[in-house]
């Protein structure tokens, strides 16, 4: 008699573990629909931050090819391209604030180590806008030609160290997709 009343007590624990897990996946899936939304919203701003950062670049390059002698004209170019660094690390820091947000609910490990480093990717990337500022800052600050070479190269150097970083966390997020085509929407 034992037997058979634990017997039916286990199927009974394994009924209720089934109800439950049911139930979980309706929330995983839920949550994973709300991490997709968000992933949607913080790639929506990394379009934008594409945008101003090819802005800014644009603005930096006029500003490098101005003429020595319409400086005037070069430190306008070079307060636009702040202007536009400035709203691509906006757009970066937004990316990764929902990246974030999403890699914070109950989804599976592989999604959630991914969303994570896309938001290190993205503060990095806002890091690297904030950083590039620096050049056409040094123009409007520099009182002569080698002044403003000793720092431009100076902050293009950190620039293109805090890019490779980006990368570098960016290579990882996608490997996890690469291995995962099945975890990742279409877009």
């Given at each position: 008699?034992?037997?058979?009343?634990?017997s039916?007590?286990?199927?009974?624990?394994?009924?209720?573990?089934?109800?439950?897990?049911c139930?979980?996946?309706?929330?995983?899936?839920?949550?994973?629909?709300?991490?997709?939304?968000?992933?949607?919203?913080?790639?929506?701003?990394?379009?934008?931050?594409?945008?101003?950062?090819?802005?800014?670049?644009a603005?930096?390059?006029q500003?490098?090819?101005?003429?020595?002698?319409?400086?005037?004209?070069?430190?306008?170019?070079?307060?636009?391209?702040?202007?536009?660094?400035?709203?691509?690390?906006?757009?970066?820091?937004?990316?990764?604030?929902?990246?974030?947000?999403?890699?914070?609910?109950?989804?599976?490990?592989k999604?959630?180590?991914?969303?994570?480093?896309?938001?290190?990717?993205?503060?990095?990337?806002?890091?690297?806008?904030?950083?590039?500022?620096?050049?056409p800052?040094?123009?409007?600050?520099?009182?002569?030609?080698?002044?403003?070479?000793?720092?431009?190269?100076?902050?293009?150097?950190?620039?293109?160290?805090?890019?490779?970083?980006?990368?570098?966390?960016?290579?990882?997020?996608?490997?996890?997709?690469?291995?995962?085509?099945?975890?990742?929407?279409?877009?």
């Open positions: 008699m034992f037997p058979r009343y634990f039916s007590h286990v199927a009974f624990v394994l009924l209720i573990a089934a109800i439950w897990a139930g979980s996946s309706t929330t995983n899936t839920s949550d994973t629909d709300k991490a997709n939304k968000l992933v949607d919203e913080g790639n929506a701003a990394v379009t934008d931050a594409k945008k101003f950062v090819s802005d800014a670049e603005k930096k390059d500003m490098m090819h101005t003429d020595i002698r319409r400086i005037a004209e070069a430190r306008v170019r070079a307060a636009e391209a702040i202007a536009a660094y400035d709203k691509a690390a906006e757009k970066c820091k937004a990316a990764a604030a929902k990246y974030d947000e999403a890699s914070r609910l109950q989804i599976s490990d999604f959630k180590q991914y969303l994570i480093l896309k938001s290190k990717e993205f503060n990095k990337r806002a890091e690297v806008a904030e950083t590039a500022k620096g050049t800052q040094a123009l409007i600050e520099s009182t002569n030609r080698s002044s403003f070479a000793i720092r431009a190269n100076s902050n293009n150097t950190k620039v293109d160290q805090l890019a490779k970083e980006a990368e570098d966390i960016g290579a990882q997020a996608d490997k996890i997709q690469k291995d995962n085509p099945d975890m990742f929407k279409k877009s």
